[in-house]
């Protein structure tokens, strides 16, 4: 008789949770794709070769959501379509620095301000592409939400950023249909003497 019971008891919370499960809905989320800020980090690569330069890298998680899904773009994708990928859609994911003023205390960007090294920075020139996050994003329409991880290229001396400045970045990104999300401004890292 108490294991008539306890199949029974384990029968029915079986059932009921079957039942909740089946009453969850998809979220309901935009179809133009929506960012926030997650994290922002620096690391600091040093070679064992003591003629090589030392480099970094910045790396920025961001969270994202988006109602069918069509995120990410592989390289074949851009040149299957040529038409629909070029100018800045050629790139999926743009970001662009900015540099602590340390007169003002105001972030300014940095095409704006100028860089004292022989090397130039463009407007875009960070902006890259981002695949596909999970199979199901280039198989059926459906929402999704996630991180993701970008990292710009590594940097030494005399490269983009000078040590001791202030930097964050703004971010968006576009999906498949080239809807562009929000505009997110990351969290401020130093960049650290040589």
Do not use: W
């Not at 959501?65 to 070029?86: C, F, I, M």
């Not at 080239?178 to 890292?189: K, Q």
């Amino acid at each position: 008789m108490k294991f008539y019971r306890l199949a029974s008891a384990i029968g029915g919370m079986g059932l009921l949770a079957g039942g909740l499960s089946s009453c969850l809905k998809a979220p309901e989320y935009s179809t133009t794709p929506s960012i926030s800020f997650n994290q922002i980090q620096r690391r600091r690569y040093t070679p064992t070769n003591v003629k090589e330069q030392v480099l970094d890298t910045i790396s920025i998680k961001i969270n994202y959501q988006d109602g069918d899904g069509d995120l990410g773009l592989t390289a074949d994708e851009v040149a299957a379509q040529p038409t629909k990928y070029s100018g800045r859609f050629a790139k999926n994911y743009f970001i662009e620095p900015f540099v602590k003023n340390k007169a003002t205390g105001k972030y300014e960007a940095l095409t704006t301000v100028g860089v004292p090294f022989p090397n130039v920075y463009n407007a875009g020139q960070y902006n890259g592409l981002y695949l596909h996050p999970t199979a199901s994003t280039d198989t059926k329409a459906a929402p999704i939400k996630g991180t993701l991880t970008y990292t710009l290229i590594p940097f030494g001396l005399g490269d983009i950023f000078v040590p001791g400045q202030t930097v964050r970045f703004q971010v968006s990104i576009a999906d498949r249909a080239l809807n562009v999300s929000n505009t997110i401004m990351t969290d401020s890292v130093v960049i650290p003497p040589r």
